[in-house]
């Protein structure tokens, strides 16, 4: 890689981690900064690796295959799989991922917990929210999650940790502000009905400061740091 773009890369994450890092400090908070790195190449990876980056987020399974085993070198590094799982293609996830944060199904949860080897700790997953209730969206509605909540508590390879949603596009300021806080309120919900859960994963480049405001503890952010995607 050239390195003015290499520095350039560097450069925009340092930016985007600070501001994550003064606005979790603002809302009293942790919050882990997961590099969303679809569609760009294993060498970018490996370069925010180098500089102390070591939360990534795919959302393609096969793209996210072949980076996977080129960069298997890395131990440390934590992918976190963000979108769609086909069912033919649990079994890669559940051998390699660290987390899933889009379960929206219990036969997606149940292979999960199936095929993850007993040589591993349990799997981290989300439950993903359709939380403005978008036609052609994924996720679940809000009435459906406590019995897939409480379900996936019982499978023994998994560990349900919370929730995720993508905001509606195009959001005011106060829609996000009440989608993500219905969300937090969501979690609340969860914890009250026992469940050990203390994740919200919510915001992305352009909505992380009211999802930080809101108690996301993970954001997933990718142009701001990688540039446009094609
Ligand atoms: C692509 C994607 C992101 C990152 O989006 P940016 O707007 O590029 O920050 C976050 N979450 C999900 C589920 C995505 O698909």
Same mark, same amino acid.
């Given at each position: 890689m050239q390195a003015d773009i290499m520095s350039m890369l560097i450069q925009q994450w340092q930016s985007v981690r600070q501001q994550c890092a003064s606005l979790a400090a603002a809302n009293g908070h942790a919050v882990t900064l997961i590099a969303?790195?679809?569609?760009?190449?294993a060498a970018d990876i490996r370069t925010l690796y180098q500089a102390g980056q070591r939360d990534f987020g795919e959302n393609y399974i096969q793209e996210w295959q072949q980076k996977c085993t080129e960069l298997? /070198?890395?131990?440390?590094l934590a992918w976190h799989i963000i979108g769609q799982i086909q069912a033919n293609k649990s079994r890669s996830v559940a051998e390699?991922?660290?987390?899933?944060?889009?379960?929206?199904r219990a036969k997606i949860a149940r292979r999960l917990s199936e095929q993850?080897? /007993?040589?591993?700790p349990p799997l981290n997953v989300c439950i993903e929210i359709n939380i403005a209730a978008e036609a052609n969206k994924h996720g679940i509605a809000a009435d459906e999650l406590l019995p897939l909540a409480q379900y996936i508590a019982t499978l023994p390879r998994l560990r349900l940790r919370g929730l995720m949603c993508v905001a509606k596009a195009d959001s005011t300021g106060a829609e996000l502000t009440q989608q993500f806080t219905q969300m937090q309120q969501l979690l609340a919900t969860l914890q009250a009905a026992g469940l050990a859960v203390d994740t919200l994963s919510m915001g992305m480049s352009a909505d992380m400061d009211t999802a930080i405001a809101c108690g996301a503890t993970q954001v997933r952010v990718g142009s701001a740091i990688f540039g446009r995607r094609q």
């Open positions: 969303v790195s679809k569609t760009f190449p298997a /070198d890395l131990d440390d390699r991922a660290h987390w899933v944060h889009t379960v929206d993850r080897p /007993d040589t591993m």
